[in-house]
Structure formats: C-alpha cells, structure tokens
C-alpha cells in the first residue's frame, strides 16, 4: 500500500490519526509528500528521501501537477524504478504539466521524458537492458545511445498502462 498526499493532506492526515509523519510511513510501502515548488518527501522503510522540484520551463497552469507527479509514481512503482528515480520522474511530469494550460493537454513519448529528464538530473530515468539482462551500470553506453523503453514487470497489470506517458485528470 502507498499513499501520496500534498502537504496539506498530510497535514489533516496526521490531525485525523493523531499520528506523525514517520508513524504513518511505517503502516505503508510508501509514504510520499508533495510540496510544490519545495519539492516532495519519500518515505520508505523509515529512510527519507527529499526529492527536488523540476523547475518548469514556463508556469502556465497548474491543474493537473498532482494528477501528473501521481502518474510518475505509478510508472516507477509498476516498472520496478527506485524510489529516487521515481519521485524524479514524478517531479518531472509534474513540471511538464505545469508548463501547459489544461489538465489533459500533455503527451509525449518516453525519449521525450528521457531528454527532459536528463536536463535535471544528468541520466535517463530507466536502465538500458542488454542482451544479458544487465542494465546500464554494469554496460555503460556511448552518448549517442538512444534511449529504449524500459522493460515493465510482467507481474504488472499496469504495463500496458502507459505506452506513451501521458496525464489525465479526473
């Protein structure tokens, strides 16, 4: 089980159970806190991990950020990703988001995201597999590698979820 909240769900969250932050996250897999442009909080197995915001190109309009950062956190958390490389991605999306007027208005494809999420944090958020499995720390690629689609967990139902990255509120 996995909870997000912004910092004002938080908030209530811990009036309503009359339990602190670092209580909550050791109910859960993960707790994740949203804190706009400070960023987010991650919470796994009592360590914290803050999670920078993406700084977005433009700020245009920001309905949809939270739809948007909890997508990044679905790919990450159905494709296996750590949970640095997830809350970046989920920072990313968010800041895509951000950048565009509507809630529904954002596609792009996966070296898209690839690109983008380079700017920030110097790599792509997914490991390149080999022939033999291995991923891209023990294979290191050239600069000009194209970026391919991460390999989803077969025991995920949702691998097929996101064949193009994309956000819809509801």
Known sequence: DYVAANDYEAKLLQERTGKSIEEISRLVKA??????????L???????????????????DPTGCGDAYRAGLLYGIANDFDWPTTGQL????????????????HQFTLEEISQRFREPFARA??????????????????????????????RSPARSFFPGLFCAAG
């Open 90 to 105: 989920a920072s990313l999306l968010g800041s895509i988001t951000n950048a565009q007027r509507g809630a529904q208005n």
């Open 31 to 40: 707790l994740v806190v949203t804190k706009g442009a400070e960023g987010s």
């Open 42 to 60: 991650v919470i796994v197995e009592g360590k914290s991990e803050i999670i920078p915001a993406v700084k977005p190109v433009q700020v245009v």
């Open 125 to 154: 958020p997914w490991k390149r597999r080999g022939v033999s499995g291995m991923n891209s720390n023990d294979h290191p690629r050239s600069p000009g590698d194209p970026d391919p689609a991460p390999s989803p967990s077969p």
